[in-house]
């Protein structure tokens, strides 16, 4: 798969926190206590930037997870 400038990384930062990168950039675009807060603003970016893929690493670095965000503008959202 070729990659995508709205793809984001959620890995371990040596804080012992977890870092949300861009895709083959070497800044966090923020840092958090929890994988799962993390990976809460990976996806909220990503559906910002029009859409793309959250790549979930463990804490050995390896990915865990891949998702696909769509824009966050769903034309038909859930009721309730």
Sequence with gaps: MMSR????HVVPNQAGGW?????NSER?????????EAT???HEIVANA???E????A???TI??????????????PRG
């Design 5 to 8: 400038e709205n793809d984001h």
């Design 19 to 23: 870092d949300v990168t861009r895709e």
């Design 28 to 36: 966090a675009s923020s840092s958090h206590d929890t994988q799962h």
């Design 40 to 42: 809460a603003r990976a």
């Design 50 to 52: 029009g859409g793309g």
């Design 54 to 57: 959250v790549v979930i690493h």
């Design 59 to 61: 804490q050995d670095g």
């Design 64 to 77: 865990r997870e891949k998702v696909t965000v769509g824009d966050g503008h769903d034309p038909y959202p």
